[in-house]
């Protein structure tokens, strides 16, 4: 972690402490990794996710990172969300996205492959073959385990890809974060329908009550992780995927500019006209479409016509992309531009 990462992060710490959160632990770099695993258990699958192996003795959570090749950073970012609920992540440029793509795919993994498979063995085993009831839960697992792997399997083939690309610097143009479908609690809910069912309507004889009472544990150990897992994806991996956007947005725009530049002005051979020039330099003066009008002598419509042609050939929309191109371009000298 550098310096700057240790600061901003110690920042946060004294600034919650500060509006009154004082029975908050924030997690620091220089902590001991295995206090965090004695504060909370849980945290040994955040820990596979990561790619973190066990086995760190002593050392403390920056140590155990850098060891293992993670941001330490975004590592603690997670732990201090999962385990305190600070949500103040939606400016937060210190997030290593790549490291928390990783993390949220192995988390999948772990839990589409081990997960959801080991809780239907404890169930299957606790019902005998004759259990009509038992049956029924069965079914009624499998189609809730079904939706929780259409979920995550929608983000591996939709959304991971689409960040990949953002961080390779491709654009996908028929996806943003914005199409991203949480449907977490449909799932949810089964996941509550499931465990009442068990509660309510399964007495049975007390070998199989023991193995239902600890296939019940694991069931609400796992709502409590696809919890914070659906958490951590909406606060802390789309704002980080939203400034991306951003990012690549205004990449976009400079490099539109950039080769308007080197083409003198021209986009794929089509020349801007004396005209659209002249509405440029208005617009850029910060006359409306009538003042333009007045000013050039033309009406209304053609303005707007004109604007509408300026757009296409230099795929730039915004006033600031237009002010930036005509002083480029010399259309207007810059010291004429109220900035």
Known sequence: MSPTKYVLLHRQYILLRYIGMKNLKMYEPEDKMITLIKDNYNLLQTLGSFGINLGFGDKTVWETCEMNHVDTYTFLAVVNFTMNGYTNYED????????????????????????????????????????????????????????????????????????????????????????????????????????????????????????????????????????????????????????????????????????????????NGDALSDRERDVIVALVQGMSNKEIADHLCISTNTVITHRRNIARKLQIHSPAGLTIYAIVNGLVDISAVKL
């Open 92 to 267: 937060d440029e210190q997030i290593d996205v790549r490291t928390l793509l990783r993390y949220l795919e192995a988390s999948h993994a772990y839990f589409l492959d081990y997960q959801l498979p080991s809780i239907r063995r404890q169930l299957a085993e606790s019902f005998s073959d004759q259990d009509s009831l038992g049956h029924l839960i069965m079914k009624f697992y499998d189609g809730y385990a079904r939706e929780i792997q259409r979920h995550m399997k929608y983000e591996e083939k939709t959304l991971f890809p689409y960040v990949t690309a953002l961080l390779e610097g491709r654009s996908l143009n028929d996806y943003n974060v914005e199409t991203f479908s949480k449907h977490h609690e449909s799932t949810d809910k089964a996941l509550r329908e499931l465990k009442l069912m068990i509660i309510k309507y399964l007495p049975s004889d007390s070998h199989s009550n023991n193995k239902l009472t600890a296939t019940l544990y694991d069931i609400y150990n796992n709502e409590e992780w696809l919890r914070q897992h659906a958490e951590v994806e909406d606060n802390i991996f789309v704002p980080a995927i939203r400034r991306m956007e951003q990012q690549q947005k205004q990449n976009t725009v400079t490099k539109n500019i950039s080769t308007m530049v080197f083409k003198g002005g021209q986009d």
